[in-house]
């Protein structure tokens, strides 16, 4: 049958492709839904300001009257700008197990970007690295987080067999939480203590004394991250949206931040419960009872994720990791959690992947951006 490749136009076509991988993924039991309140923000360049930075296309494959793939592209011009690329990038890439309609939508995809000049096509990669990223190619049977992709293990062979190749990894660590601080451990946070007595760790119980700190840590975030592939400095608004997606979620327990004399946040530590079990559950709707479920399942959860962490380069090497870190683990162990995900650590960035082997983290995870020349 033919395939027919359709531009997104309309709210009815959007929400076609909002809701089509709850469709493909019916029978995938590791699968987790978006909360689909986000998704519709997401998806809108009048209430995601990214899109004004980009040029951006959604497509639908229909096979007779069947939606059988959708594919953003997006050309980040920023990005490409700051880094001198010429690449478009492709996400949100599902379809079922059927390489025509698989190369259909990235060839769509490579002429659309073509047509602006450009040379080469990588993903699964959106607006930044804040966003899923890369196919997931080893941990199939782990359980899925928040801000992740969750794939069939057939997109690899898709992706490879379209001429795709690796551009880069990204590892995810599990992490376990001791019973009691490791001694060698217990001696780098007494150094630290020591050496650090200028500096403040900040502990917190409740989440209206963590939002006013938000746009500080943010803008620490942007000030580490610049050398992290695909990332893109939050804007303002991206900050205090962040904080509304997260910050009802989070255990304000587990958000520790270090401030120097001058009350300037140097360093953070932000995790949250994994609240997939309860968004499974809720299947992706917050009201009336989402809600609920997934609270429910933050409090049952026996795992932690981390969300962010950062520290100042002129404080880096000085152990606020390992205290951040341990107190992090003090927390988590009050509140009867047992093990914590890394979240997406690049391949590359071994300072990073040292500390967390140095808490006794393991690889369990593993997710692939792929290139091709267009």
Same mark, same amino acid.
């Given at each position: 049958m033919a395939i027919t490749i359709r531009k997104v136009e309309n709210k009815k076509e959007l929400r076609l492709f909002i809701h089509l991988p709850a469709e493909i993924h019916k029978e995938h039991s590791n699968w987790v839904p978006p909360l689909y309140m986000d998704e519709w923000e997401y998806f809108n360049p009048k209430k995601n300001l @990214? =899109?004004?930075? %980009?040029?951006?296309?959604?497509l639908l494959a229909f096979k007779g009257d069947k939606c059988v793939g959708r594919c953003m592209g997006l050309i980040s011009k920023d990005y490409n700008q700051s880094h001198n690329e010429n690449h478009v990038r492709f996400s949100n890439l599902e379809t079922y197990n059927d390489p025509e309609v698989f190369n259909a939508l990235v060839n769509h995809i490579a002429a659309w970007g073509k047509s602006f000049g450009m040379d080469t096509m990588v &993903? +699964? @990669?959106? =607006?930044?690295?804040?966003?899923? /990223? &890369? $196919?997931?190619?080893? #941990?199939?049977?782990? +359980?899925?987080?928040? !801000?992740?992709? %969750?794939? =069939? +293990?057939?997109?690899?062979? @898709?992706?490879?067999? !379209? #001429? $795709?190749?690796?551009?880069?990894? %990204?590892?995810?660590y599990q992490i376990p939480i001791p019973d009691e601080i490791p001694p060698l451990h217990q001696k780098i946070l007494e150094r630290a203590?020591? /050496?650090?007595?200028? @500096?403040k760790l900040l502990q917190f119980t409740s989440r209206r004394k963590i939002k006013p700190l938000i746009r500080p840590a943010l803008h620490l975030v942007n000030k580490t991250f610049t050398d992290i592939y695909g990332f893109l400095p939050f804007n303002e608004k991206e900050m205090d949206d962040f904080a509304n997606k997260y910050l009802f979620l989070i255990n304000p327990r587990f958000v520790k931040l270090i401030a120097n004399e001058e009350n300037e946040i140097i360093a953070l530590f932000i995790a949250m419960d994994d609240i997939s079990e309860g968004i499974k559950k809720s299947k992706g709707y917050l009201f009336p009872f989402g809600i609920f479920q997934i609270f429910a399942a933050a409090r049952k959860t026996k795992q932690i994720n981390l969300l962010l962490g950062a520290i100042d380069p002129r404080y880096q090497g000085r152990g606020l990791d390992v205290w951040m870190g341990l107190s992090l683990v003090k927390s988590a162990r009050e509140a009867g959690k047992v093990v914590m995900d890394s979240h997406l650590e690049l391949e590359y960035n071994t300072k990073v992947r040292a500390e967390m082997e140095k808490f006794g983290g393991k690889v369990y995870k593993k997710f692939r951006i792929f290139q091709r020349d267009i």
């Open positions: @990214l =899109f004004a930075h %980009c040029e951006h296309i959604l &993903g +699964p @990669l959106a =607006f930044s690295d804040k966003d899923p /990223q &890369g $196919f997931l190619i080893e #941990g199939y049977d782990k +359980p899925v987080v928040i !801000a992740s992709n %969750c794939n =069939f +293990p057939y997109m690899v062979d @898709l992706t490879e067999a !379209a #001429g $795709f190749t690796k551009k880069v990894d %990204c590892v995810v203590e020591k /050496q650090n007595t200028n @500096l």
